[in-house]
């Protein structure tokens, strides 16, 4: 099976610690990178998570508070000093474009690579990218400013050939593309072989969903149904649901809750608020509702 992993850059909030840097993940499916928001620090956690700085293809900014995006321009110069020439593509809510676009005149020159600003209206579930092998969409969250999460998907690979059965048949090399998407085989005294002689399932496509930050959203769970793995923010516990109400932030509790409701296999808890030393007191509550339920830290990584 193609790797499918997510790591884990940054799971803090706005409020700078000692434990954590704020939020920022890189997710690897099948030799393709992708960025889920880029906070400060976050070159530096890239290098640590030993993932190469040119497999990065595209950047997906949730919203434009500084936590979530100080760190873009940062990297951006740095990929520019290290003579990057592939094309890097930025997904944000659209007024994120002029500003970048000012940043990149006014603090590099000669940048030496193309930076692809792609706009994203936070108001509806939309495709934001969609390559051969896996289709990322905008969905759309409720915060203090325009935000979305981010859905990526595998697209459903084909079947994987029986090599048996291929040598058996002496079927030539020339075939097997054909038999994978669903040819049968005739052989020279005419026996017709059926495909599903010759093949055994595919894979099945995986998931995973970014969603921070946002308040509580009863309904989000229908945008989330089946989702292998979901990140879903968890700034506060149950003792601070009025602050979480306050600043459209959810608890660890109501992560939970969209979580089960969206019958997702695991659940990873993240963008935790600095007044807890000890994230365990929201891993226990987010578990009273939904079991497979993770604390993220940074450098972790988790398999989809």
């Known amino acids: 099976m193609e790797p499918f992993k997510v790591h884990i850059l940054g799971c803090g909030s706005a409020v700078p610690n000692l434990r954590h840097y704020a ?135 084909l079947p994987h050939i029986r090599r048996e059965m291929i040598d058996y048949y002496q079927i030539p090399l020339s075939q097997v593309n054909n038999i994978k998407n669903g040819a049968d085989w005739v052989t020279a005294d005419g026996e017709c072989i059926p495909n599903a002689r010759l093949v055994s399932p595919a894979d099945p496509a995986r998931s995973y969903a970014y969603c921070t930050d946002t308040r509580y959203m009863p309904r989000l769970h229908e945008e989330l149904k089946g989702v292998n793995v979901l990140y879903h923010e968890s700034t506060y516990g149950d003792d601070r649901l009025p602050q979480a109400e306050k600043y459209f932030h959810s608890t660890a509790r109501q992560a939970a809750m969209v979580a089960r409701d969206a019958g997702v296999g695991k659940l990873l808890l993240g963008h935790y608020s600095s007044r807890y030393e000890d994230e365990h007191v929201l891993l226990n509550q987010a578990r009273e509702v939904f079991e497979n339920t993770f604390l993220t830290n940074e450098n972790d990584v988790f398999e989809v």
């Open 23 to 157: 939020s920022a993940q890189v997710v690897e499916v099948r030799d393709k990178v992708f960025m889920l928001d880029c906070s400060e620090g976050t070159q530096m956690q890239l290098r640590k998570s030993r993932v190469r700085f040119t497999k990065l293809g595209h950047v997906f900014i949730t919203h434009l508070h500084g936590d979530h995006c100080f760190g873009l321009m940062g990297m951006i110069s740095t990929f520019g000093l290290l003579e990057r020439t592939a094309p890097l593509h930025i997904h944000a809510p659209e007024a994120l474009g002029e500003m970048l676009d000012s940043q990149i005149r006014f603090f590099t020159h000669d940048l030496g690579y193309e930076v692809v600003f792609h706009p994203i209206d936070t108001t509806h579930r939309q495709v934001v990218h969609e390559d051969r092998s896996v289709v990322i969409e905008a969905i759309p969250l409720e915060h203090r400013m325009p935000c979305c999460g981010y859905l990526i998907r595998e697209k459903q690979s």
